[in-house]
């Protein structure tokens, strides 16, 4: 488990921080919602306030040869004869979130990244991190967390002819695990992790849902008692649960309809950090349910009457 730490400056005692937990973006297949994911990527490009932790299965990493879950029509268009479907997917990721490359905290590697180092003994985790990592002058290992780990922030305000005033941040951070199709199963989840782990926040992604718990915890600081407000979190996805059906209108069965899951919601959530204030506050919700899209069929009455 490794721990990654950044020290960000800030010259006014109201400047307000936003962290953005994006995971699950399943980049090379069709079902991704790319228009979304792009509209936050320049969301965070576009604002100097902004920075990102990428929480795993950032391509969906489904090669045409060997892989039992490879189906044509459930693939991105661009993907389109290209025989390298995993190398198409790292470098379409590499070009989409390079402008954003030098805000990015961490990168987790998920299970879709692990199969292709499983399946096809394909480091394709460290293949997308490198580059992103060389674009801001950084090496890989400086954004790699692996599977989970920690990322503490130390906010230092330092305007002119003043002391600097401190303020840190820790936020646990694993792909996620394990699934489950009821709120509770969930919130159990995320209470265990804010039992098992010490930080201020937990985000963990994978299940394709978005459910938050709190907590306050008592605790001795400075010589007196305060709650220390503690928060862990399930993000969303940037994966539809459903396809639209191909021109010639035959239907295009999505895995969460194979395994008869519900449909999830999209997008990532944000942390907003007041460090003069020393309060962080969590936005859950930063995009839109998955919209569930049917296409009427008009059958002719001589088909009826076949």
């Not at 100097?48 to 391509?59: Q, S």
């Not at 199969?115 to 400086?142: F, H, M, T």
């Amino acid at each position: 488990m490794r721990l990654i730490e950044h020290q960000i400056e800030y010259g006014h005692r109201y400047d307000n921080f936003k962290l953005y937990y994006l995971t699950d973006l399943h980049l090379g297949a069709k079902a991704c919602d790319e228009a979304l994911l792009k509209r936050h990527v320049k969301r965070i490009a576009d604002d100097p306030f902004a920075r990102w932790i990428g929480g795993g299965d950032f391509l969906d990493c489904i090669a045409r040869k060997g892989d039992k879950r490879y189906n044509e029509e459930t693939l991105a268009p661009w993907l389109a004869g290209v025989n390298d479907a995993v190398g198409t997917q790292r470098d379409y990721a590499i070009a989409l979130l390079e402008p954003i490359a030098d805000k990015c905290l961490a990168m987790i590697e998920g299970n879709h990244e692990r199969a292709a180092l499983d399946w096809y003994d394909r480091n394709i985790y460290a293949e997308l991190v490198k580059p992103l990592a060389q674009k801001c002058g950084r090496s890989a290992e400086a954004l790699m967390l692996g599977v989970q780990g920690f990322v503490r922030l130390q906010f230092a305000y330092r305007p002119k002819q003043a002391k600097g005033m401190f303020y840190s941040l820790t936020s646990y951070c694993h792909h996620g695990y394990g699934g489950g199709r009821l709120p509770g199963g969930h919130a159990l989840a995320l209470g265990r992790v804010l039992g098992d782990f010490e930080c201020d926040v937990a985000f963990m992604g994978h299940r394709h849902v978005r459910q938050h718990v709190e907590k306050s915890i008592p605790r001795v600081k400075r010589g007196k008692v305060e709650l220390h407000d503690r928060v862990a979190a399930f993000v969303a996805s940037y994966l539809d649960s459903y396809i639209i059906p191909s021109s010639d209108k035959h239907p295009i069965d999505s895995y969460p309809e194979h395994k008869g899951l519900p449909p999830g919601p999209l997008g990532a959530s944000m942390l907003m950090i007041e460090p003069s204030a020393r309060e962080y506050h969590l936005i859950p919700k930063l995009g839109r349910a998955s919209t569930l899209k049917l296409e009427r069929i008009d059958v002719e009455p001589e088909e009826l009457a076949a």
